[in-house]
DNA sequence: CGGATATTGTTATAATATAACGTAACATTA
DNA sequence: TAATGTTACGTTATATTATAACAATATCCG
C-alpha cells in the first residue's frame, strides 16, 4: 500500500514528451518481465500509441491508427489489449471520456484521480491521500465497502486558460 | 452556494420510498414553476419513471416503459427529456453506469457524490465537502479551474454486505 | 514433438447516443 | 383572433462504444 508523496503535475506544454514515452515503456517491460505478464508486440505498440501525448484517447482512434500502420485489427482486437493493459496497470480508463490513458506509476497500489482539461484535452493523474481518505470515511458511515473509486474532473488547465484570456 | 450539513444516508432497505416519489415529484413542480422551466407531461412522465426506485435507470429501459405504456417514444425522446432533467438540476448520470438517477436536492448548488452498490444497484447521493475541497485545493495547486467532477464509488452497501456473509 | 493454454483473427451484433429535419403545441403580440 | 416566433416532440437514419461467439494461430511446457 505505497502512496506518492508528489503528486504529478499538469503536464507542461514544452515538456520533452519523448523521454516520458520512453519511460513509460522501459517500466511496462520491466514490470510485465517481473510479473510473468506477456507485454506482446501487439499490447506494447497499443501501449506506445496511448502514450503518444498525454490526452486521453479512444478504442476506436486506436484502432484506425493500427489499421493505417497496415495491421489486421477489428474492435475485439483493440478491446482485449485495452483489457490486458488495465488489468496490468498500465493504463487507465478516463470513465467520462470513454478514452484511455497511460498510468503514470505502474505496479504501484494508488487510487488514481483525473484532471482532464476541456480545451487541450491533457489529463493529469493524481494520487491525493485527502480525498482516498475522505470518501472513506464517508463510506465506513455508510457501512459501504469500497472497491473502485472514479474521480474525473474536468475544467481548464493552467496554460489553456491564461492563452484564452485576452 | 448553500451545502447540506447532513449528507443523506444510504436508503434503508424498508423505507416508504412511496413518499419519496410524491415528494421528488412535488419539488420537481414547484421548482420548475418558480424557474419557468416546463415540467411537460412526457418530461414529468421520465422524471417518475426515473424515481421509481434509487438505482440509477439506463437510458433505453426508460424509452422501453414508455413504449409499453403505449407512448410513441424513439430513443430522441428519451434523451432529450434526460437533457431537460439533467440542465434543470432535477436528476444526475451515473457516468460509470451509463445510467440517471434523481437529484436528492434540486433547486441547491451542489456537487454531488455517489456511492454505488453492485448488487443490489441502489446509489447513494453524497455531498461532502471534504471531497470537494481537496479537490479544490489540487486544482489551485495545478492552477486548474474546476468545472465539472465525476465521483462515484462502487462497493457493496451495508445491507447486501451483511446477506452475502455465511 | 505433442497437447494444453493464451493470444489473435474474424464476423456479427449489442448498447448507448446523436444528427437532421419535419410537425405540432404553445406563447406573444398585433 | 390571426399572424408569428419559439419550444417541444415525432421520425428516420446513423454515429459511437463495446461485446459475443467461434476459428485460427502462436506460445508454453512436459
Ligand atoms: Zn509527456
Ligand atoms: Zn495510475
Ligand atoms: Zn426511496
Ligand atoms: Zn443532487
Redesign the pocket.
Known sequence: MSRLKHPKQFPAADHDHKTCITHALQEAEAYCKQQG??L????RRVLELIWANHQPV????LLEQLTREG???????I???L??LMQSGLIH?ITSL??YVGCNHPGLDHAAQFFICEYCGQAAEMDDAQIVSAIAKDAKRLGFTVEKRTIEVAGICAHCRHHSET
Chains 1, 2 share one sequence.
Open positions: 505478464l506477456r506482446t508486440e501487439l499490447r479512444g478504442a476506436y482512434d495491421r489486421k485489427a477489428a474492435p475485439p482486437t478491446y482485449r489489449s483489457d490486458f480508463r470513454n478514452a
